[in-house]
């Protein structure tokens, strides 16, 4: 009896001596070489924070998506650090001086991971595939308005037919140009997104739905064989897990850290990458419900938000804070519109001259009307919390605010029916009168969120906004650009239409023995040239 | 018995049914409109009104309620879920991929609350009300009462990141192979956990309602060992309400890998159905709740079935 | 859960003997201490600590326990122990009103169908065996994910969820009293059914219900925390033990703080109202009053 428990035991200190020994941390000291030679092999492993919406990338258009399938395929441009168009499948491009058409040149000698040559054939494919009502992509209600067709002028040339002059054409197809393989879409019909093929430094392996997404070299990669073996791309949601997982240096890449771990990171050896982006954080006003209507009661809301001590202790200064919409990386940034700071005397003041008396309870109200306002927000972590800070923020000048909040497809339909009147909101995308930022700044779109067009004393306002951003999208003319903005930034802070807040900065770690990495368009990783140290 | 087995796979039937039809029209009466999760927020004027009246045709959300109804239950009745509203995979692919992911997981971390389970409740019912016994059932309590996400951090942090003996997180493919098992040791022990706490309280009072009986005094006076006394007669006869409470702990398991799944990027259908939830993909929680509740109903028979098998006292009619 | 063999209407007399056995059990009294702390700090939350649970101070978040915040501070450097109390008061009414509400629903469906049988009891059957189809919480999950996250609807949820099992509980606890002599007796000197019901089955099958609320209050709390974990618990501002582990889970790292208060009072609570409801159960159980 003695003995037999005896050995049970020795079996499980031998099981637990193996499962460690196994197990061990090959976590030598990585000694760098004066001068670093790439070296060949490893699997990249980078962690994303959802599932992928498709493999396919006609069927979606936000980050996460993107941080999963960028390895996989090119784009015919892209953007760099200035915003301005790089040479990616098109080698070259001309805009008709109408401005009505662009004409590219295509880099030759391109192949499909299934071996099929990439041409002003596929390319034209690949947008007749997003133009096709029926297929019902993500790209269409960007496209469709503006392109009228694409021609095959010969084998490596092409050319799109615009339907009017957009300066945004080129900025979104840097975005939404991904080529996939015509053969392989003909092949496998609607299941392509189960069989991607497109013509990226990797080649799909396995997908394998909230677990990874495995990726091989492609030996024939135009831009120079890679020298990593392959990309193992993670999903984990929980960000603990993720952060766990990167410090046990199980991570190579980790995209979207949060700020309040930052110091912890860089104390344990951990470089996380800091980048300024001309994303924007705002509170959306609803311009078209009582009391948010009036104006007194919006400005008095833009001076109760103390701005610099929510950047400073929340976000760890990772922010910068919002002169009127436009950060300071963008193209399109000035410094003479005014600023609008934390005034709670101001904000008060304010109030007590608009009939905003403080009842015994410390909250105001007017004519027996309480200064009630409601705070919609999602339920993700750091909108939340925003949203509390500034539910107490309004409480402290005299507003019963309350927060409300709801899941995210709730959420939007809550915020499309008006229904709220304060709305933490969040943008990111190119400058901001790349097509993401100008989109939504229009009355029928953006605007639907500070509900502007139900309010008939700002109908000369939104009138003028959106001929504005009709203008800007027209106007080829940078310097006449600038000037629209800063009307329309102007307008903004004269009539309080939003509370800007402030450009968050986009976190991204790579391991110090990742080599060749770089940071594209702020929030994805190019490893087309990336090597491991170790 | 052979009767009582049919009856009761009959009666399975109309729960089943009940099942569908709850779940079903719970989703459709939800309020939030789930088109809007395929849309790209900032789409809107009349291309909005165009796609949303397009993906509603397409999926069948501008008929009448009870036409839905009674065509889910046709395309139900040849095995086909739908499609994902949000990634436009067949769910019944999705599903087939995950549910033996869970099943594995699920299975694994059964043993770990039948070994500890089962062994500390009867260990702490032959040693009653002594030290070990209120240990025993004050770490049972511990188990049941603390948050499993909680709980599985804790085991995340120990040995994925202060020991590193396991890998933190992650699927590495079945548990039949080293890496696989690896990968599972964390999620099912935190799964088997509380699972383990709710049986070891069973199993003790089960195990002491039987040390009472005769039978076991009758076998003690006749002078057999103790060991001998409680592994042949007690443990046997206690065993057999363990079993009927085997069908509920699995329910416990599959409602609990709900939260283990996302904490440990698990790819199985409780991270399929959060992911369903957090995106109002009705398609995908109305197919997922189908299925775990499809499979409860059939794990309880079962439960059933071998009950009435194996304890010959139970006549029902 | 069916030793519910005691027959004869002798509840008061057995009262002090209950109570008395009660007492007697060492865990039930520190269970029992343990609760009415809980109780006392809910009441008392704002004598407790000079601050007010929604109050923020942005300069001051994840303080460490200190002299002026015993329990730290959170996220948006609010009193731990403010909100921790002000939680008790939340999370217990939670756990009451859900387990309550299952109580009442489910005791008077369980009651009506096993005493009325014929089709309504097969009716209702076949409803709680659908409702009980869905694994653990699988079904408050789905309810709160129809319904929306928020205090009320969670108490729905758990009302919904709850019912079944009390009413499987009483209906078997009614079929085996049903033909018993005294209720044939009452019955035949034509006491109305409803008295029938109320005074000599429901009397008679208190004690698994009483035992069953006690313990589904400790599992009303926990299923709050649980949903919290998934988005769909109490929502902030509102100070509730769930909800506030559930955040602390973000801030694992540089404030373990966070979760250790409201996680350990969720432990003392659930694990009070476990005490209690062992030994109510050791209490009541007729084969050990001889």
Partial sequence: MKKGWASVLLCLVMLVVVVGASACPRREA???????????????????????????????????????????????????????????????????????????????????????PFNAEAVKFNYDRMLDPAFNSRNLSIFEPIIAGVDVVDEYTVRFNLKRIDVNFLPEVSWSSMMVSPTAVELHGADFAANPVGTGPFK???????????????????????????????????????????????????????????????????????????????????????????????????RAIERDVIIQEVLIGMAEKSRAGVASVSPFYHDDVPIIEHDPAAAERILEQAGWVRGADGIRSRNGVPLEVSILTSEHEERVLISQIVQEQLSRIGFKATVVTLEWGAYLTAMRAGDYHVSFWSLGGFSHLGSDGTANLKSDTHWNVSQIRHQPALAEISKRIDTIIDTAGATIDDQKRFGMLREFQAMSQEHQLKVWLWHSEALNTIQPWVHGARLYNYSIIWVDEAWLAR | MRSYALKRVL??????????????????????????????????????????????????????????????????????????????????????????????????????????????????????????????????????????????????????????????????????????????ILPALTLGLAAAGALARFTRSSMLDVLTQDYVRTARSKGLAERVVIVRHALKNALIPVVTIMGIQLGAVLSGSVITETVFAWPGIGRYMVTGINTRDFPVIQATVLVVAVSFVLANLVTDLVYAFIDPRIRYD | ???????????????????????????????????????????????????????????????????????????????????????????????????????????????????????FDNLVSRIVDIMMAFPGVLLAILIVSVLGPGTSNLIVALTIWLTPAFSRLVRAAVLSLREKEFVEAARS?????????????????????????????????????????????????????????????????????????PGLSIFVTVLSINFVGDALRDALDPRLHT
């Fill in chain 3, 189 to 261: 000197l034509g006491a109305p059914a409803w008295r029938v019901m109320l005074k000599h089955l429901l009397m008679n099958s208190l004690s698994p219900i009483i035992v069953f609320q006690t313990l589904s209050v400790a599992t009303s709390i926990l299923v709050a925390a649980g949903l919290g974990f998934l988005g769909l618990g109490v929502q902030p501002p509102t100070p509730e033990w769930g909800a506030m582990v559930s955040t602390a889970r973000h801030y694992l790292r540089e404030a373990p703080h966070l979760i250790l208060f």
């Fill in chain 2, 11 to 184: 009666l399975a039937i109309p729960t089943i049914i009940g099942v569908i039809t709850l779940v079903f029209f719970a989703l459709h009466l939800a309020p939030g409109d789930p088109v809007n999760m395929m849309l790209p927020p900032d789409l809107d004027g009349p291309v909005r009104e165009e796609v949303v009246a397009r993906i509603r045709a397409q999926y069948g959300l501008d008929q009448p309620l009870l036409v839905q109804y009674v065509n889910y239950l046709s395309r139900l009745a040849r095995l086909d879920l739908g499609r994902s509203f949000r990634t436009n995979t067949s769910i019944a692919d999705d599903l087939a991929r995950r549910i033996p992911n869970t099943l594995q997981l699920g299975l694994l971390s059964l043993a770990v609350a039948i070994t500890l389970g089962v062994g500390f409740g009867v260990v702490s019912a032959v040693r009653r009300d002594t030290p070990l016994d209120n240990a025993t059932m004050f770490g049972a309590l511990f188990g049941v009462s603390i948050p499993s996400f909680w709980f599985g951090f804790m085991l995340m942090l120990l040995f994925g990141l202060w020991w590193r003996v396991l890998p933190p997180s992650g699927f590495a493919g079945p548990i039949t192979s080293w890496t696989g098992f690896r990968h599972a």
């Fill in chain 1, 30 to 116: 990585v000694v760098e070489p004066v001068a670093p030679q790439p070296r060949e092999g490893g699997v990249l492993r980078v962690a994303i924070t959802g599932n992928p919406v498709s493999l396919d990338p006609a069927l979606q258009r936000d980050w996460i998506s993107r941080q999963a399938i960028f390895y996989m395929y090119d784009t015919l441009v892209w953007l760099d650090e200035k915003e301005q168009p790089r040479p990616g499948l098109a080698e070259s491009w001309e805009v008709a001086p109408d401005g009505l058409s662009v004409t590219f040149r295509l880099r030759q000698g391109v192949k499909f991971h299934d071996g099929t």
């Fill in chain 3, 1 to 119: 859960m069916t030793e519910t063999g005691f027959a004869g209407p002798t509840i008061i007399s057995v009262g002090g003997r209950i109570r008395r056995r009660l007492l007697r059990n060492r865990g039930a009294l520190v269970g029992l201490c343990f609760l009415t702390l809980m109780v006392l700090m809910a009441l008392l939350a704002s004598q407790l600590t000079p601050y007010e649970p929604q109050a923020q101070n942005l300069l001051n978040r994840l303080e460490p326990p200190c002299a002026e915040h015993w329990m730290g501070t959170d996220e948006l450097g609010r009193d731990v122990l403010t909100r921790v109390a002000y939680g008790a008061r939340v999370s217990l009414l939670i756990g009451l009103l859900g387990s309550t509400g299952g109580l009442l629903v489910g005791v008077t469906i369980g009651l009506l169908s096993g005493y009325l049988g014929g089709w």
């Fill in chain 1, 204 to 302: 799909f392996k396995a997908f394998e739905p909230d677990s990874h997404l495995e990726l091989v070299r492609n030996e024939e990669y135009w831009g120079g064989r890679p020298y990593l073996d392959g990309v193992m791309v993670r999903v984990i949601p929980e960000a603990a897990t993720r952060l766990i997982e990167l410090e046990a240096g199980n991570l190579d890449v980790v995209y979207t850290i949060p700020a309040k771990d930052y110091a912890r990171l860089e104390a344990a050896g951990i470089p996380v990458e800091r980048r300024k982006t001309p994303s924007f954080q705002m509170l959306a006003l609803n311009l078209a419900k009582e009391p948010t209507s009036e104006l007194a009661v919006r400005e008095a809301i833009a």
